[in-house]
């Protein structure tokens, strides 16, 4: 009997939370339209930099951005298209810059590489067709993130990635 009783006095409680939380749900979704589950967050300083290289450079769109009194930018957002997309803020006390790696999509990897360098990226590997069907470069932007483009050039079958990774036999160090 005791915990039938500690069941009913835990439920009164606070019997608006669970009343309160299931209108939410029902009034707002939990994921917000236009956006995904899984979205990076990149800290960095000069964020505003970072915005303008990440629209004019890469093609990303911004959203919204929210600056903060001294200029530095408390969050951004930039949308790449099919939902995908990065949040951004300048470094802080509380949030120290931190680089990131990520690989981006683009019609066409040997102009976006370019165009990357040209704005002061520093190349890590120029475009070259790789065996699992894209075509890729890897470069390190002027913020100290590592970006990997990648277009898409052919469709693998499994069987026929398998026997591409297989010929090339281990990779260098590996003992």
């Known amino acids: 009997m005791p915990k039938k009783t500690a069941k009913k006095t835990k439920a009164r409680a606070n019997p608006a939370a669970k009343s309160t939380r299931a209108k939410a749900t029902k009034q707002v979704k939990a994921i917000p339209d236009g956006y ?24 990303g769109k911004e959203r919204m951005r929210f600056p903060l009194p001294d200029g530095k930018i408390a969050h951004a957002e930039i949308d790449f298209g099919d939902k995908s997309g990065i949040f951004v803020a300048d470094a802080t006390m509380e949030h120290a810059a931190a680089p990131a790696r990520l ?11 370019r165009t990357a360098i040209q704005a002061g990226a520093t190349s890590k590997q120029e475009p ?3 065996f699992y069907g894209d075509r890729s470069s890897r470069f390190v932007d002027p913020f100290g993130n590592e970006w990997t483009l990648m277009t898409h050039i052919e469709d693998v079958s499994e069987k026929e990635l398998m026997k591409r990774m297989a010929s090339m036999g281990p990779p260098p160090g590996a003992a």
């Open 103 to 113: 690989c981006l999509y683009v019609k066409d990897v040997d102009s976006v590489h």
């Open 36 to 59: 995904v589950r899984l979205n990076p967050m990149l800290v960095m300083n000069r964020c505003a930099d970072a915005l303008v290289f990440y629209t004019k450079v890469l093609g």
């Open 128 to 130: 070259q067709d790789q």
